[in-house]
């Protein structure tokens, strides 16, 4: 679909390390949400089927909530989980997080699929670039 959303990175560390930032609530508060924004709450019941529900605040002390259920789950390989705000509920998109060794690093390629329109692709795509730097900067760290 032309709204679907595909980013890639290439992260100085091994896909477990990664993985392990994926797969637990723990992992997820350390990184995600733009840069601005701080990990409220994270909720990650790590099975096909199971639920994960992340609370952010923006700095004027706006919240956000999004949530979904786990899809397919191989470790250190790929996850998928569906997505959707608490605002709109009836929104909800795919999101497949793929690993893949590379050199002395990890391939990440992140395709976030079934967004509504261009405008949702593109704020997406900025949240996902900003909260995926987030990461990169944790998993770096010995």
Known sequence: MPDDLIVTRHIKA??????KAWSSADGI???FGPRVS???HAEADLHVGGR???????????VSEVGGAYREIVPNERL???W????TPDRVSLVTVTLAADGEGTLLTL???KLTDEDARRRHEDGWCQ???KLETLVAQP
């Open 29 to 31: 508060a350390r990184w």
């Open 131 to 133: 909260s995926l730097g």
């Open 111 to 113: 395709r976030h699929e």
């Open 84 to 87: 959707a705000w608490k605002t």
């Open 38 to 40: 701080r990990v409220m």
């Open 80 to 82: 998928a989980f569906t």
């Open 52 to 62: 994960y529900r992340i609370v952010i605040e923006a700095p004027d002390g706006t």
């Open 14 to 19: 091994p896909p477990a390390r990664l993985w």
